[in-house]
């Protein structure tokens, strides 16, 4: 049973940093793509960062220089490193699994929130 758990969320002012960790357990993380989404209320959910089995990054433009995205396959955790905060980033984050033959995202952890003050 593939299973995520995002830690990490808080409360900051703009300029400050945060990192958010996703553990994750019930495959071999080698076989997935992941990525780190968030979600603001009556919004979309975005997509920020994704990282392939291979270790080939992407990031969305909004965060790109900011975030850093990255994976320690030895203790299973899918980090993302946010700094130069805005307000604009203020979301729900959650992190995603998905067999990297598939399309669609199919695991998903709870979220955590994240609000940055101007």
């Known amino acids: 049973q593939v299973q995520l758990a995002e830690s990490g969320g808080g409360s900051v002012q703009a300029g400050e940093s945060l990192r958010l960790s996703c553990g994750y357990t019930?495959?071999?993380?080698?076989?997935?793509?992941m990525g780190w989404f968030r979600q603001v209320p009556g919004k979309e959910r975005e997509g920020i960062a994704n990282i392939d089995r291979d270790g080939k990054i992407t990031y969305a433009d909004s965060v790109k220089g900011r975030f850093t995205i990255s994976k320690d396959k030895i203790n299973n955790i899918l980090s993302l490193e946010m700094n130069a905060l805005k307000p604009e980033d203020t979301a729900t984050y959650y992190c995603?699994?998905?067999?990297?033959?598939?399309?669609?995202?199919?695991?998903w952890g709870q979220g955590t929130q994240v609000t940055v003050s101007s």
């Open positions: 019930g495959y071999t993380s080698s076989w997935y793509c």
């Open positions: 995603a699994a998905r067999r990297c033959s598939a399309v669609t995202f199919d695991y």
